[in-house]
């Protein structure tokens, strides 16, 4: 018994024995053939790629021996991954044949290595795609710039290529020849209806920097792609954004993210976007870091959106004089300054009206060497030159629509231009249709020429409402000194055809104005600026809300009105007398300006008077008002406003 113990105790010993010798074989096998970690693969992203069109590989060059392994993949930006094949210990290739039917043509992308579920972002690098004749195609006599517009491999015809001086069109190859003196250091396509550009983040990809000098040929060509149902389509048209870095801005631009992806996802046909000016601020680029690179890094949360941009007076530099100098860095990291695009019938005008005069020396926060930013509203004389060269392969039946930063027009009427305004209504008097959209006020006004200019003018409002103070001071009201709603303008094209909505920023279309019950309102220093001083104090002027009132009086402010609209109330059925006055808004003086005062601090944006707000009497200090506001589309907004309705922040908190 003993012995059969023991034997069996060797037995299993043995195999256990083996089972060790085994495993321990399969490890030493693995050590001699290591699979590197996805974090160990070094291998060059060059700054830029040349890319012939259909090409069905491109390589890159291994560093220190450290390869991808065999399975992995690589993307180009939000593209599809792609295959890695023909790896060594010096070079891999990336099979790229299904990019070309996705959305790949010129741009920034960023380059990213996937293994399984893991990724790493390797670089970024920038495409140029060029045609496949390169050798057969040389520069005209007194070209300086030449190349193609292609799509799908094909030549695009009758596209307008330009340089901002000049413009011209390709033949029926897509084949253009511009003679360049380079002075923006760019050119750039007028984007055909039919076609779109690929998308770099969410800027569109119509330009190229020129690298070559002055007086040499350079090539440069234009990859778009094929667009489908254009006719009907929608742009957000999005002004003064304003990201600093401050005042919790970036969270507060989360919400509108938040807000603006919801509709794109929601949206039926085309939707594009369009800013209007002031995404970022001269003033805190080296103070609080804070550019157009980070600008373009936060709205990339931005889905599904190709943002053609507007400049504004904040997007020109206060490190630089004169009008060129203050643009150069945008022009690099953004774009050109002014160009134009098709979508649909429409033709895009995108304009510079800021003409910056810096010259005068000073300090910024930091003690830094800059300028006192002074400018201009007007259109400098290349700029109106350029805009009649664009709008002569235009037929005058075409509606436009024209965006820059600062009105052409005051609320009245009157011109905002410092100079030019007449000079460029008569180049714009021969097309019937101008719907011009601007911001810069942080207020929405509409200003009806079309029956003598052809313009009507949306000031659109702002994004960022009172350069995102409101909310930050109190939570919950997020509007401009108007007090108009932080949000954006939906434009909506059909045909030829347009119509237009406000959206707040977290709310609906539906919510066009806000009402007030004047009785409830009496605004005073001593009730909303007790912490302040006396010098703040005595900077407190609430106008007509200054006194109390016990007139019964309803004021409401509809604030996208213009004269089409309809403002009517009623009273158990019975219609009051409406009438339109020029008032500053209550809530934005409570919410903002006594905050600000009240804590001893400047109201760098103090309520400023709106010329949509309305007022109506009642019979009691309690009957219910019956409120309908139509819009010139016939679109209807009602409320039943129940009174009292007290007067306070809370009231009217989203």
């Not at 407190?540 to 403002?567: C, H, K, M, R």
Request: glycine fraction near 8%; proline fraction near 4%.
């Amino acid at each position: 018994m003993k012995n059969m113990i023991l034997n069996h105790y060797f037995r299993s010993a043995r195999f256990s024995l083996f089972i060790l010798l085994g495993v321990c074989l399969v490890c030493c096998t693995q050590k001699e053939t290591p699979v590197q970690s996805l974090e160990s693969v070094q291998f060059a992203v060059p700054d830029k790629m040349e890319i012939g069109y259909g090409a069905g590989t491109i390589s890159f060059r291994v560093q220190f021996s450290k390869s991808p392994s065999s399975g992995d993949k690589l993307s180009l930006g939000s593209l599809g991954a792609c295959p890695i094949l023909n790896i060594s210990t010096t070079s891999f290739d990336v099979d790229i044949s299904s990019l070309w039917s996705q959305s790949f043509g010129n741009g920034m992308y960023n380059v990213t290595l996937h293994r399984g579920t893991s990724s790493r972002k390797m670089g970024q690098m920038q495409v140029v795609i060029k045609a496949d004749d390169v050798e057969e195609l040389k520069p005209a006599a007194g070209a300086t710039v030449y190349g193609k517009v292609i799509c799908g491999g094909e030549g695009v015809p009758d596209a307008v290529v330009s340089d901002g001086i000049n413009a011209v069109k390709t033949d029926k190859d897509g084949v253009y020849q511009l003679p360049s003196k380079k002075y923006h250091g760019y050119v750039f396509v007028s984007v055909p209806s039919g076609y779109e550009p690929s998308r770099s983040g969410i800027l569109p990809v119509i330009h190229q920097q020129l690298l070559a000098g002055i007086s040499t040929p350079e090539r440069v060509d234009f990859t778009l792609n094929k667009a489908v149902g254009q006719e009907n389509h929608t742009m957000l048209m999005l002004g003064d954004i304003h990201l600093a870095n401050r005042t919790d801005d970036r969270k507060q631009f989360r919400d509108f993210v938040t807000d603006v992806n919801s509709y794109v996802s929601q949206a039926t046909g085309k939707i594009y976007g369009m800013t209007l000016g002031d995404m970022t601020w001269d003033l805190y680029w080296e103070i609080n870091n804070y550019g157009y690179r980070e600008y373009l890094a936060d709205a990339q949360a931005i889905t599904g959106l190709t943002i053609y941009q507007t400049i504004g007076n904040h997007d020109h530099s206060m490190y630089q004089t004169g009008d060129f100098n203050t643009v150069k860095e945008y022009k690099e990291v953004i774009g050109p300054t002014y160009y134009s695009f098709n979508v649909g019938k429409v033709h895009y005008i995108v304009l510079d009206d800021v003409e910056c005069t810096n010259a005068t020396p000073t300090t910024d926060n930091n003690g830094k060497a800059c300028y006192v930013r002074d400018y201009n509203a007007s259109l400098v004389q290349d700029q109106l030159d350029w805009l009649a060269k664009d709008l002569s392969f235009v037929p005058t039946s075409t509606p436009l629509v024209v965006t820059m930063h600062i009105p052409l027009y005051k609320p009245g009427g009157s011109y905002r231009f410092d100079s030019n305004g007449s000079q460029f209504e008569r180049i714009l008097r021969p097309y019937s249709q101008v719907q011009l959209f601007t911001a810069h006020t942080h207020t929405l006004y509409n200003v009806d020429k079309s029956s003598d200019t052809h313009i009507f003018e949306h000031n659109a409002g702002a994004i960022c409402g009172t350069w995102w103070w409101s909310a930050k001071e109190t939570p919950g009201i997020h509007i401009g000194q108007d007090g108009s709603p932080g949000g954006y303008m939906i434009l909506k094209v059909n045909g030829d055809s347009f119509t237009w909505q406000f959206k707040p920023t977290g709310g609906s279309v539906n919510e066009q104005f806000r009402a007030y019950d004047r009785n409830q309102i009496h605004i005073t220093a001593d009730k909303y600026v007790a912490s302040g001083n006396a010098a703040h104090k005595s900077d407190f002027d609430p106008g007509l809300w200054a006194t109390a009132s016990s007139a019964n009086e309803v004021y409401i402010n509809v604030w996208n009105w213009d004269p089409s609209w309809q403002v009517e109330v009623t009273e158990g059925g019975t219609p009051l007398t409406v009438t339109r006055e020029t008032q500053m808004d209550p809530l934005h003086l409570i919410a903002y300006t006594a905050k600000r005062l009240n804590k001893n601090s400047t109201a760098s944006f103090a309520t400023t008077t709106n010329n949509h707000l309305f007022k109506v009497k009642a019979s009691s200090a309690t009957s219910t008002l019956d409120i309908k506001v139509t819009d010139r589309f016939g679109n209807v907004y009602t409320e039943s406003m129940t009174r009292p309705r007290a007067f306070s922040t809370d009231q009217y908190t989203k």
